[in-house]
């Protein structure tokens, strides 16, 4: 597997993003711009706190062990991060 390049990754692709359990599922939120939509209302909603609340859900699903909840919010949090590189 190749790796992204470590200034700008794709959303969700980078290795540390995915898992063997949740593969398919990352396909299909990169296809449907899941996380971009769900990281936008999290910026509207939170402004600046987006990042750390979205930070809390992911480590929520961690603790849960929500494999594809965690993949989720993983990408919600890099796609905020991404959008405020701008």
């Known amino acids: 597997m ?4 470590s200034n700008n990754p794709p959303l969700c692709t980078a290795p540390a993003m ?3 359990y949740a ?4 396909k299909r939120l990169q296809r449907a711009g899941i996380a971009e939509r769900v990281a936008a209302e999290m ?12 930070t809390v859900k992911l480590n ?8 594809v909840g965690r993949d989720l919010w993983a990408c ?3 796609a905020i991060h ?5």
């Open 76 to 78: 919600v949090v890099h």
């Open 43 to 54: 910026i509207a909603r939170h402004g600046g706190n987006a990042a750390r609340e979205a």
């Open 23 to 26: 593969g398919g599922w990352i």
């Open 60 to 67: 929520r699903m961690i603790d849960r062990g929500d494999i």
């Open 2 to 5: 190749q790796s992204a390049p």
């Open 18 to 20: 995915q898992s063997k």
């Open 82 to 86: 991404e959008e405020r590189r701008g």
